[in-house]
């Protein structure tokens, strides 16, 4: 894979594989021509696709002429950068993605990004992400399970199959059974800093490739940085190691903390912020403020320098304490009998493929599903477009 975020990809990067003799591998993979229309040239493409969803996710890089052997045959060694020759990228791009949704399952997640500044076009980078839903099923007249190795696509036998569902079936149990082992210690007060009395605000963001053992953290180095990074809604702050990994905390007083960030030695984090919203007695959510803390706490962690997530991340929000209120904006009144009915609420897990997504966006279907709790169609800080705009 490229060691870049995709959309900064540039015409030097790609020439850079072929300086280096960057060759093809376990993350990435090398084409000269872009796919054809040919049934052939789909499922081919579909099974790269699907071996690089199966494995570390990676970069298919079309536009890239491989080095042939004495037999004639491509050695994985790239040659020379020519680009594509493409009519309408931006319909041979929607294309392709068709191709992916309807051919695959579950579906992968791929991202394009087309590199100017070539004889022939245009080259052409398709990110694939690790699939943590899998495997994945190139399901285009055939049902083959296909990864990747050191030396490129390979097909899955039973054994590697059964794997597969098995760690697919682990994760997302894993990282729920987190989520509600966390909200519980939250909620029992059992803290690593103590909570001033309000609602709990809490926001966990799980970087996938961290969980599962294939990112090693220096918690020392990481901590250092992280004691004296800015983190947005943080202030005032003490911090310390802990058993869990290493916490920063601040706000209120020494006995009555306003929040803390939490850093798990296996990378997640965790994001408690108290809230002491009433109205004689009857709680709520402000939502211009919740949805900011959570917008702005979700962006601060995603671009971290020293955190260097990669994704896939799972963003989880959960609210404790806010049974029996309202949703409100700033003008909304509190009268009305439409009222959260349940303590605490788990709002649905967002999956992150892109660090740089429009994260307001992202983070929408969580939102939505907050207001709905407490009798709403939905978030009332999102414009007909889709744009968040939540009041000043």
């Known amino acids: 894979m490229i060691p870049k975020r995709l959309d900064t990809i540039t015409d030097q990067d790609i020439n850079d594989l072929v300086h280096g003799a960057v060759p093809e591998g376990r993350s990435l993979d090398y084409k000269e021509i872009l796919p054809g229309d040919k049934d052939s040239d789909r499922k081919e493409f579909l099974r790269d696709v699907a071996s690089f969803a199966n ?63 070539f004889s022939l076009g245009p080259a052409i980078v398709a990110r694939i992400s690790k699939g943590w839903q899998g495997p994945h099923l190139v399901s285009v007249q055939t049902s083959v399970f296909f990864s990747r190795g050191n030396r490129g696509r390979f097909e899955m036998d039973h054994h590697q199959i059964r794997t597969a569902f098995l760690k697919a079936d682990e994760l997302p149990e894993r990282l729920r059974r987190f989520r509600a082992e966390r909200v519980a210690i939250i909620a029992a007060g059992d803290t690593p800093a103590p909570l001033m009395n309000g609602q709990r605000w809490v926001l966990h963001v799980l970087p996938i490739p961290n969980m599962i053992g294939e990112v090693a953290l220096d918690l020392p180095a990481i901590a250092e940085d992280f004691a004296r990074a800015e983190l947005g809604l943080m202030g005032g702050f003490s911090w310390r190691f802990n058993l869990d990994g290493f916490v920063r905390y601040g706000g209120g007083d020494w006995d009555h903390r306003e929040y803390y960030a939490q850093l798990f030695r296996d990378g997640a984090i965790e994001l408690v912020r108290t809230c002491a919203a009433t109205d004689d007695g009857k709680p709520f959510v402000p939502s211009a403020d919740f949805e900011k803390y959570v917008v702005d706490g979700t962006k601060t962690y995603l671009s971290h320098p020293t955190l260097a997530l990669r994704p896939p991340i799972v963003v989880m929000i959960s609210v404790l304490g806010a049974k029996g209120g309202v949703v409100i904006r700033p003008s909304h009144p509190l009268g009305g009998d439409m009222t959260i009915q349940h303590d605490p609420l788990l709002l649905p897990e967002i999956i992150v493929d892109d660090l740089a997504g429009d994260v307001p966006r992202l983070l929408r279907p969580a939102f939505d599903v907050l207001w709905q709790a407490a009798g709403h169609k939905g978030s009332q800080n999102f414009d007909a477009a889709g744009n968040w705009r939540p009041p000043r």
């Not at 045959?73 to 309408?88: F, Y």
């Not at 931006?90 to 392709?96: L, P, V």
């Open 55 to 117: 494995a570390e996710g990676g970069d298919l890089v079309f536009g890239i002429r491989e080095k042939r052997d004495d037999g004639g045959q491509p050695s994985g060694l790239p040659e020379a950068t020519v680009g594509c020759t493409v009519a309408n990228l931006d319909a041979e791009i929607r294309k392709w993605e068709s191709v992916i949704r309807t051919g695959i399952e579950p579906r992968v997640r791929v991202g394009f990004q087309a590199v100017p500044g």
